[in-house]
């Protein structure tokens, strides 16, 4: 049993060493391997990204904004839906896995998918712009979660909104709890409340993660 126990933690902190980009220099996969092991994480039947993307229902000529697109998973799943006329921009601070996505959307022929590198205080997107931002296990790796926010109001058409997911803490030797890669759901409510949103919708049916989606809230100003 204890066998087994440490195996889980070496596997966990190794995974999460790799995803982090600290071992990806010295295991030679930078170049594509974050990218393809995020996709694989994605796809698993547990994520239900189908239905995710079905629940917040993009249409043709929407704009979606994908921050922190890592392999582009749920990105290239937005560019279906979305075309022909609409757009989604694939946000990530990662070069190589921008490089990966563009190369990805090519050999798909989505030609809907614009990869654009984020900037250290926001996602370098023009303002007023975007009809859907979705953020997917993202929310515990900004640093001033709530100045983040409040920086992504503008780039909102009106009527926008965000989709955060977000995992929940699993507990025991996961590298989600081990590393901390989670944020309680409420904290993620008051959060966006703070900085500027109220809730509109939240839904229940993904295993591992909250599923919230915000909007702004209008003063006379906007």
Same mark, same amino acid.
């Given at each position: 049993?204890?066998?087994?126990?440490?195996?889980?933690?070496?596997?966990?902190?190794?995974?999460?060493?790799?995803?982090?980009?600290?071992?990806?220099?010295?295991?030679?996969?930078?170049?594509?391997?974050?990218?393809?092991? =995020?996709?694989?994480?994605?796809?698993?039947?547990?994520?239900?990204?189908?239905? $995710?993307?079905?629940?917040?229902?993009?249409?043709?000529?929407?704009?979606?904004?994908?921050? /922190?697109?890592?392999?582009?998973? =749920?990105?290239?799943?937005?560019?279906? &839906?979305?075309?022909?006329?609409?757009?989604?921009?694939? $946000?990530?601070?990662?070069?190589?896995?921008?490089? !990966?996505?563009?190369?990805?959307?090519?050999?798909?022929?989505? &030609?809907?998918?614009?990869?654009?590198?984020?900037?250290?205080? /926001?996602?370098?997107?023009?303002?007023?712009?975007?009809?859907?931002? =979705?953020?997917?296990?993202?929310?515990?790796?900004?640093?001033?979660?709530?100045?983040?926010?409040?920086?992504?109001?503008?780039?909102? &058409?009106?009527?926008?909104?965000?989709?955060?997911?977000? !995992? &929940?803490?699993?507990?025991?030797?996961?590298?989600?709890?081990?590393?901390?890669?989670?944020?309680?759901?409420?904290?993620?409510?008051?959060?966006?409340?703070?900085?500027?949103?109220?809730?509109?919708?939240?839904?229940? !049916?993904?295993?591992?993660?909250?599923?919230?989606?915000?909007?702004? $809230?209008?003063?006379?100003?906007?």
């Amino acid at each position: 049993m204890r066998k087994n126990r440490t195996v889980y933690i070496v596997r966990a902190i190794v995974t999460t060493l790799f995803l982090t980009g600290f071992g990806c220099g010295a295991a030679g996969l930078c170049t594509g391997g974050r990218a393809e092991m =995020f996709n694989r994480e994605a796809s698993a039947p547990e994520a239900l990204a189908e239905k $995710v993307v079905a629940t917040l229902n993009p249409s043709d000529g929407q704009t979606i904004a994908d921050i /922190g697109a890592g392999g582009g998973y =749920f990105s290239y799943l937005f560019a279906k &839906k979305v075309a022909p006329s609409g757009k989604v921009y694939a $946000v990530d601070v990662d070069a190589d896995s921008l490089q !990966y996505i563009r190369k990805t959307a090519e050999e798909r022929g989505l &030609k809907n998918i614009i990869a654009v590198q984020a900037k250290k205080d /926001g996602p370098n997107l023009m303002k007023n712009s975007i009809d859907i931002m =979705f953020m997917r296990n993202v929310f515990h790796e900004i640093p001033d979660q709530g100045k983040y926010f409040r920086s992504l109001l503008p780039f909102l &058409k009106r009527g926008g909104k965000i989709a955060v997911l977000e !995992y &929940k803490n699993p507990g025991g030797f996961s590298h989600v709890s081990l590393f901390g890669h989670f944020t309680p759901e409420e904290q993620i409510v008051q959060v966006l409340s703070d900085a500027g949103y109220e809730r509109v919708v939240r839904y229940g !049916y993904l295993p591992e993660q909250s599923f919230n989606v915000f909007t702004p $809230v209008y003063t006379g100003s906007r």
